[in-house]
């Protein structure tokens, strides 16, 4: 009995000794704290009733931005004629050859109600015959009224008898990482297809040689949806959908667009000037991940690193240095090369921009005016030509001509840099564009006489093959 009443003891001591244990660690008081003017406390809980809808993308409604945007895209079939010999004597002896068409397809995005649509250049490049499908079956022949191959966008119009949908350009400055997208277009001729994804990423370049800035999306797109439109969940145009990357060719995750914001003011110049007015700042800024950036710890930089300065442009006359790093133009943040030609691109020359510099550790706000490109890399020879100066034309003493600033390590032999181009090929040179066109014309077979003309007035032919 002694045993079982000692037993008994152990247990309750046990027991108590437990609840008193559970009492002090393990339960939770909730306290109220109640201010001095002896309001209620008001309790924040997570009991309130669950939408009917559901949670994330179910919140999110496509159907009117969709049906907003497939009538105001409309499906582009390009017709090319290549020349083919007829026979393997033709090909041989000359003989006149013959005709083939080929049609490609591809997106268009109507932006007014009397037929102006816009697509991508590289849809309509080298078109004998272009033919719009509406997507209520009607069919139009279309007129070119202009292209821009650098930002790959053109400009198209079909006479109407009516008002048709369109779409108004949305602000893509606006547009944020992670928003939910639409891409509309014809993939496969398949007509009137949307697909949605988000907003991947902003002021994409995938050619370092060219200013790029595009908008990168994971929304499905495939051949036959360029040119098409790019909308919000709102039904804004944000972007025209231009590319993919992909070893197959077709859709694997990411997709591209250019920028609403480009594409208008490509529009826009081509509407007003008949060609593309592009300003530029000016700068330079050395290509990231590269031996010269690790080096000099311009890969860890917060902003657009200004490596040089281009004379006579706009940074130049508003005194921007090389080792300034730009963090800002107007109200856009700049972090990399591509944020800064993205939003450079909408603007002309004579535009006034504020750019927001740190240098030696100071933040400045510096007003700069936007000038016309004055250097550019001509094609075949891959010099670096500018436009002569007031001062230059004194120096050198000619009216024509383009001055030599740059030359790569193929030709640095001769002698070439600081000196202007007259005449190539006895054609004489009067500015920038015409040096791109001449010098694009050059055979690598032919041989090419350049005529130079020196500080002390001497001029020199020098030829190339």
């Known amino acids: 009995m002694k045993r079982i009443g000692s037993l008994l003891l152990v247990a309750v001591f046990a027991g108590a000794i437990t609840l008193i244990s559970y009492k002090m660690f393990f339960e939770k008081t909730n306290y109220a704290v109640v201010t001095d003017n002896s309001e209620m406390p008001l309790l924040t809980t997570s009991n309130r009733p669950a939408s009917y809808k559901g949670n994330g993308i179910n919140e999110v409604d ?146 370092p040689v060219r200013d790029q800035s595009f908008i990168q999306t994971d929304a499905a797109v495939n051949p036959g949806n360029s040119g098409g439109a790019l909308v919000n969940t709102n039904g804004d145009l944000i972007g025209i959908n231009t590319a993919i990357t992909s070893q197959t060719g077709s859709y694997v995750g990411y997709s591209f667009a250019v920028p609403s914001n480009i594409a208008k003011k490509v529009v826009e110049d081509i509407m007003e000037y008949g060609n593309v007015q ?39 006359d508003a005194n921007l240095r090389s080792g300034d790093i730009i963090k800002m133009v107007d109200n856009i943040k700049v972090r990399k090369f591509a944020d800064l030609t993205g939003y450079v691109s909408t603007k002309r020359p004579g535009d006034r921009i504020k750019v927001t510099i740190a240098r030696n550790g100071e933040d400045m706000v510096i007003p700069v005016e936007l000038k016309e490109r004055q250097s550019i890399i001509v094609p075949v020879m891959g010099l670096r030509v500018k436009n002569l100066s007031e001062n230059d034309k004194e120096i050198f003493n000619t009216s024509f001509g383009v001055k030599i600033t740059g030359v790569p390590e193929t030709y640095r032999g001769y002698g070439l840099n600081g000196k202007v181009i007259l005449e190539i090929d006895k054609e004489k040179i009067n500015d920038i564009y015409e040096a791109k066109n001449i010098f694009g014309a050059i055979s690598r077979y032919d041989k090419t006489v350049i005529t130079l003309i020196d500080k002390n007035g001497e001029k020199e032919r020098i030829v190339f093959q």
Do not use: C, M
């Open 62 to 207: 496509f159907t009117i931005a969709a049906e907003n945007t497939i009538n105001a895209v409309v499906h582009v079939k390009n017709l090319t004629l290549n020349s083919s010999p007829g026979s393997l004597l033709d090909f041989f002896y000359g003989s006149e050859s013959r005709q083939i068409p080929q049609v490609g397809t591809g997106s268009g995005v109507i932006i007014s109600p009397d037929g102006y649509i816009v697509t991508n250049n590289h849809v309509i490049a080298k078109a004998n015959e272009i033919r719009i499908t509406l997507n209520n079956n009607k069919t139009y022949e279309a007129e070119i009224i202009g292209s821009d191959p650098n930002t790959d966008i053109a400009l198209l119009k079909i006479d109407v008898n009516e008002n048709l949908p369109y779409l108004a350009f949305g602000d893509s400055d606006e547009a944020k990482i992670g928003q939910w997208v639409l891409a509309v277009g014809n993939p496969f001729n398949l007509t009137s297809t949307v697909t949605a994804g988000i907003v991947s990423a902003k002021a994409r370049n995938l050619d």
């Open 278 to 316: 592009k300003g530029i700042l000016g700068i330079t800024s050395p290509r990231l991940s590269t031996v010269y950036a690790v080096n000099n710890g311009i890969n860890e930089i917060d902003g657009v690193y200004i490596d040089g300065v281009e004379e006579d442009s706009g940074a130049d």
